[in-house]
């Protein structure tokens, strides 16, 4: 019997895309304006593409989905604040490449004020940016810095008609990513969703596991999983790796064999509606933890609970991370991985041999969101509706100087966490983390 399908839930609505780049205008001084690339199809090999996925910035203030297309925002505009250049109709590379929304489609689709296709873009450009004082877009972007330039030029040419180019160009990306941030309850129910998925899929996997298989089989499993939910497919390259594999903290590689009494580190999480799941699950292929598995096991787990139960609005990500560099640093010297005394070996760093990386990052439509981690200067508070993940992890080196049974075992524990008004919500928990619920798990396949 195939796996059951989760019911979809509903997609962002026009208002709300309406209301974000409204919010953003409004944010904006006195004759400015914005520009705003969307994504572009990147070649794979000679003809064929990569699949496209939409800009995270432009989706966010649009939901639309196709490549080539430009967002204008002008604030105080009668015949219209928001102007989209899109796609041309062509009916014979729509026999190829599939049907094409269009100017009309576009206005009726997505709620913008007016759209145009880009064979108008060159004339049209000018004229809707004349007389703007201050142009915002991304400034790291180098095609939306190529059109500003373009557009400037041109009007600049023409100042002895009147014609008056911007006097300024700022980064849009501060003001935007902001309210990225903080999330929709209409993003959170996306959120949720991805990760619903993203746990299902996780349990599939430790259900397939056993000695014998490769990391790709697992791999297989948890993408199939993504796909038939109605996903998009992994948010980020999936992470499967066997025994000393985990160690490496990025390993894509996911072609090795699984062994008997290795452990196995999965880090993979869905994309649904552009939105990211990102869960880490660590478990023995065999099933079944051996005594040093068990112990370090254990200690993440522990340190993991903890920074997880400490998430409630007012907390700073750096008092999370402190929390668990010294709850990790304890449990190393309790195991005899690092000698002397615990505020000695964080201040030494010495910990860092077997924890190499922060406990939290930003989750929402970037698997690494974008916000930033301090305001004027100090560490940023949590706050309702900001999504993070919590994932400590302990990665021990096969040296000489290392306890034998210790040697290779990478353990990294990884939950999405909603900050709520009252404290938090584990959007991931639905995947099993401690180990009799693993151990049980794995024996009822």
Not at 75 to 90: A, H, K, T
Not at 286 to 311: D, K, M, P, T
Not at 413 to 419: G, L, R, T
Not at 420 to 442: C, F, N, Q, W, Y
């Amino acid at each position: 019997m195939p796996p059951e399908i989760l019911p979809r839930p509903a997609p962002i609505a026009n208002d709300e895309y309406l209301a974000r780049r409204r919010a953003l205008m409004a944010a904006l001084p006195a004759d400015s304006a914005v520009l705003l690339p969307g994504a572009s199809l990147v070649t794979r090999s000679r003809d064929s593409e990569f699949p496209f996925r939409q800009d995270s910035d432009f989706h966010y203030l649009t939901g639309f989905p196709e490549p080539d297309a430009l967002l204008l925002l002008l604030p105080g505009r009668p015949e219209g604040e928001s102007v989209l250049f899109c796609q041309d109709r062509n009916p014979l590379m729509e026999a190829w490449t599939g049907i094409r929304l269009g100017a009309e489609g576009t206005v009726r689709e997505f709620g913008v004020d007016q759209a145009f296709e880009n064979a108008e873009r060159g004339e049209r450009l000018e004229a809707l940016l004349d007389g703007r004082r201050t142009l915002y877009l991304p400034l790291d972007s180098p095609e939306a810095m190529a059109i500003a330039d373009e557009v400037r030029t041109a009007l600049k040419a023409g100042a002895r008609r009147g014609a008056r180019p911007p006097e300024a160009l700022a980064d849009v990306a501060p003001l935007l990513h902001e309210s990225r941030l903080i999330k929709s309850e209409s993003e959170l129910v996306l959120l949720r969703h991805a990760a619903e998925i993203s746990a299902r899929a996780h349990v599939r996997a430790m259900r397939a596991a056993r000695p014998g298989l490769a990391e790709y089989h697992l791999q297989a499993e948890l993408e199939h999983e993504f796909r038939w939910q109605g996903g998009t497919g992994p948010a980020y390259a999936s992470i499967v790796g066997g025994g000393a594999n985990a160690c490496v903290l990025h390993y894509i590689e996911n072609h090795a064999s699984l062994r008997d009494g290795d452990l196995v580190l999965i880090d993979a999480g869905a994309e649904f509606d552009l939105y990211a799941g990102d869960i880490t699950r660590t478990f023995p292929v065999n099933g079944c933890f051996s005594a040093a598995q068990r112990a370090l096991y254990a200690l993440v787990l522990e340190v993991q609970e903890r920074a997880v139960a400490a998430i409630e609005p007012g907390v700073t990500l750096v008092e999370l991370h402190d929390g668990v560099v010294r709850g990790l640093t304890e449990g190393l010297i309790g195991l005899g991985l690092l000698e002397g005394e615990v505020q000695a070996r964080i201040d030494d760093e010495s910990y860092r041999r077997f924890y190499l990386h922060s406990t939290s990052h930003w989750l929402g439509l970037d698997v690494h969101d974008v916000g930033a981690y301090r305001q004027g200067g100090e560490p940023r508070v949590l706050a309702p509706g900001m999504v993070l993940t919590v994932e400590p992890g302990l990665y021990i080196p096969a040296d000489a100087d290392i306890p034998e049974a210790f040697r290779g075992i990478g353990i990294r524990i990884e939950d999405d966490v909603a900050v709520t008004a009252s404290g938090h919500a584990v959007l991931t928990a639905a995947v099993p983390k401690r180990i009799d619920e693993i151990e049980a798990l794995m024996a009822a396949k």
